[in-house]
């Protein structure tokens, strides 16, 4: 017999925003689009309708150890209160003891694994040292409970899907949306502009990025915009004052997408740690649709993607030099650039775009519906 299950109820942490790219944007609407009814319950100020999409608010968390405690007990009381047919779609690990607990009330559960949380764990600057080996292993060990008990799981990134049951695993990757993309701004208009857009730390080569554009600003006259936000926040003063850049904090999906579909050139650069070395970075996608060429890692698996288009440069992300020289030449050629842009572009609009990964988030659902 089929399931009545048209309502949806999304579940995120105060580490995710209301419009956050994958919750919001990607999910969220696809499913609206597809005709569920979806709400996402997540830390926020106010209970608001955008696009379809209902947002169910909790209360912010004021200390950190909120967030762990206080946000997940919140979003779990809300939860009891939707419809007991619902679809319930958990974004973050900190919500796997919620998911658990509503399986054992007789809910549909999905959990939406974004991150290799456990691998995630070694490198939170936050987390004493000595405590990570028995945090680590407490998340293992949720991460196997909810592959036992979760009626589905999607992975983000082919690498997660080793701690799951194959048999409930869907990779739906991160890709952009492309029609997003569609500015039809002509690459011969753009400015003058380096960008980057995302989380600003050491393992992120914030340091080699803003050293590497020192160094090509002594040859080129460029400016370098910079949207994200600082982990640790100590880092923005300290950075900020040493480097004379265009920092725009945290920027909003249509500001994110106005700035790329500006500027010239996209930089990302993590460090060769194995955190970044199988993950997809979802900037380098978004940078590719916008039609940037890209200064990238040629460490990891996201290096196939440059390559596959000719789309950029590859670079060693530890050699600030290296990463300058790589600046300084896209911007003496800008011929050659918009080549590299439009290839890059084409591959995203043609093979790696959220279009075609919106399919597979639908099958998903659909097989609920005759389980």
Same mark, same amino acid.
């Given at each position: ?9 999304? @579940? ?18 696809? *499913?609206? #689009?597809?005709? !569920? ?8 100020? #106010? ?32 939860? *009891? ?15 796997? *003891? ?10 549909? +559960?999905? !959990? ?33 409970? /909810? ?13 997660? /899907? ?63 915009? +910079?949207?994200?936000?600082? /982990? ?10 040493? !480097? ?6 945290? @920027? ?6 106005? +700035? ?53 440069? @590859? ?14 030449? @896209? ?5 050659? /650039? #918009? ?33």
């Amino acid at each position: 017999m089929k399931k009545n299950l048209r309502d949806v109820v999304m @579940l995120a942490n105060a580490g995710h925003k209301p419009f956050d790219t994958r919750i919001f944007h990607k999910e969220a609407r696809s *499913l609206v #689009e597809a005709g !569920y009814n979806v709400s996402i319950i997540i830390p926020h100020a #106010e209970d608001i309708t955008k696009e379809g999409v209902h947002i169910l608010s909790v209360p912010l968390p004021r200390k950190g150890w909120e967030q762990l405690v206080r946000c997940p007990w919140d979003i779990f009381r809300k939860a *009891l209160r939707q419809p007991r047919q619902a679809i319930f779609h958990l974004h973050d690990s900190e919500l796997l *003891l919620v998911g658990l607990a509503l399986v054992l009330m007789g809910r549909t +559960v999905i !959990y939406d694994a974004h991150e290799d949380t456990p691998l995630q764990i070694s490198y939170q600057h936050w987390i004493p040292r000595w405590i990570k080996p028995f945090y680590k292993f407490f998340y293992r060990l949720l991460e196997k409970l /909810a592959g036992w008990c979760f009626d589905a799981i999607i992975v983000a990134e082919p690498v997660i /899907a080793k701690y799951f049951p194959s048999r409930k695993v869907t990779l739906i990757r991160n890709f952009p949306i492309s029609a997003s993309f569609d500015q039809g701004i002509k690459y011969s208009d753009r400015k003058k502009q380096l960008v980057y857009v995302g989380l600003l730390s050491k393992p992120r080569g914030v340091f080699e990025m803003l050293e590497g554009y020192r160094l090509a600003k002594e040859k080129q006259p460029i400016d370098f915009v +910079v949207g994200g936000k600082f /982990a640790p926040a100590s880092l923005e003063q300290e950075l900020l004052a040493r !480097y004379p850049i265009d920092y725009r904090s945290w @920027l909003s999906y249509p500001d994110m997408v106005g +700035v790329l579909s500006q500027a010239a050139v996209g930089i990302i650069v993590p460090h060769p740690i194995e955190r970044y070395k199988t993950n997809y970075p979802v900037k380098l996608f978004e940078y590719m649709a916008a039609g940037l060429p890209v200064i990238a890692s040629q460490e990891g698996e996201s290096a196939a993607f440059v390559k596959e288009a000719e789309a950029g440069v @590859l670079v060693d992300p530890l050699r600030p030099e290296q990463i300058a020289e790589a600046i300084v030449d @896209l911007f003496s050629h800008p011929a050659k /650039a #918009e080549a590299m842009g439009a290839r890059g572009r084409k591959l995203i609009f043609e093979k790696y775009n959220w279009e075609k990964e919106s399919q597979r988030l639908l099958h998903v659902y659909q097989s609920l519906h005759h389980a």
